[in-house]
């Protein structure tokens, strides 16, 4: 039996040193096939390896959550400031203009609603489904330590496995239960697994303690997820953080669409993003591009 991280030798993370990146941009790509490249060459700025993502799926278990009542009229017009797009076919289907060409990372797992147990996923897109909309990677939760763990590590595996066949990317979302401790520990576990088993890009969460041993150990890109909604400058700061301690970009929602100005926090969480763009100077540019938007 391998030891359950219980070894007494100290971890080494080199945490410093940069993984190599030979012939493509982007961590762990090297490998991978032209389309794969290609479509997570447009997720992905190549200038900058990183990316905005815009997190607008939460209506596949929660319904039409604070923000996202009316995508039409609220979210569409943002997404122009987006890299890429995060949602559910039915709202790509129904409300997004086939004329807009961000590419879309499409939510493909689902099954329990809020007032489930939300581990009990299945996967709930054919890829074939995920092709004819032009998607440009996939994407499911990952319950590591959950109730149906196994069974969402399988969805995962079969969701790589379907785009492995045709050149799509899979990104993992790390998933974290209620009564689960968020540490570095348990998110170096559940984004190695993931990566592991085979997915090219994981979303996690932000820790202030250890995140650089997360992206360090983690062989494929991640991207943070921006979680419940916090004051401007903290999300500002907290991109910021996991953007210098390794991240490739952010997969944000409620931070952006349950702003005061979403557009103003949309442009200033680039510039952190893609520009390396200090938190108090984002905030600045936020304030100034809020005061116009009035
Ligand atoms: C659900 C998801 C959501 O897309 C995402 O995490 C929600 O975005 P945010 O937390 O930034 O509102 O993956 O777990």
């Given at each position: 039996m391998p030891d359950i991280d219980v070894a007494t030798q100290a971890k080494k993370f080199y945490e410093d040193v940069p993984t190599e990146t030979p012939g493509f941009f982007l961590k762990g790509a090297s490998a991978l096939d032209w389309g794969m490249k290609n479509r997570l060459s447009r997720i992905f700025n190549p200038k900058t390896g990183r990316t905005v993502m815009f997190a607008i799926d939460h209506g596949y278990f929660q319904g039409?959550?604070?923000?996202?009542?009316?995508?039409?009229?609220?979210?569409?017009?943002?997404?122009?400031?987006?890299?890429?797009?995060?949602?559910t076919r039915g709202i790509l289907r129904t409300t997004v203009p086939p004329?807009?060409?961000?590419?879309?990372?499409?939510?493909?797992?689902?099954?329990?609603?809020?007032?489930?147990?939300?581990s009990n996923e299945e996967l709930a897109v054919d890829i074939e489904d995920a092709i004819r909309l032009n998607a440009a990677a996939i994407t499911l939760q990952v319950f590591i330590g959950g109730e149906f763990e196994t069974?969402?590590?399988?969805?995962?595996?079969?969701?790589?496995?379907?785009?492995?066949r045709y050149g799509i990317p899979t990104m993992a979302v790390t998933a974290v239960g209620k009564d689960m401790v968020?540490?570095?520990?348990?998110?170096?576990?559940?984004?190695?697994?993931?990566?592991?088993?085979?997915?090219?890009?994981?979303?996690?969460?932000?820790?202030?303690?250890?995140?650089?041993?997360?992206?360090?150990s983690c062989p494929v890109p991640i991207v943070m997820a921006g979680g419940k909604k916090i004051a401007e400058l903290d999300a500002l700061t907290m991109a910021y953080k996991a953007i210098q301690e390794g991240a490739s970009g952010v997969d944000m929602g409620r931070n952006i669409f349950?702003?005061?100005?979403?557009?103003?926090?949309?442009?200033?969480?680039?510039?952190?993003?893609?520009?390396?763009?200090?938190?108090?100077?984002?905030?600045?540019?936020?304030?100034?591009?809020k005061n116009q938007e009035k």
């Open positions: 039409p959550t604070t923000g996202l009542e009316r995508i039409d009229l609220t979210i569409v017009p943002l997404m122009y400031y987006a890299d890429a797009i995060m949602l004329a807009l060409t961000k590419p879309v990372v499409l939510r493909c797992s689902g099954g329990p609603s809020v007032l489930k147990e939300l069974r969402s590590v399988h969805n995962m595996t079969r969701l790589v496995d379907m785009g492995m968020r540490d570095a520990r348990y998110f170096r576990l559940a984004c190695r697994i993931c990566a592991e088993l085979g997915a090219q890009l994981v979303k996690t969460y932000y820790i202030p303690e250890g995140f650089k041993t997360i992206t360090a349950q702003s005061d100005a979403p557009e103003a926090m949309m442009q200033a969480i680039h510039k952190v993003v893609h520009e390396d763009m200090k938190p108090a100077e984002a905030y600045e540019l936020y304030e100034t591009l």
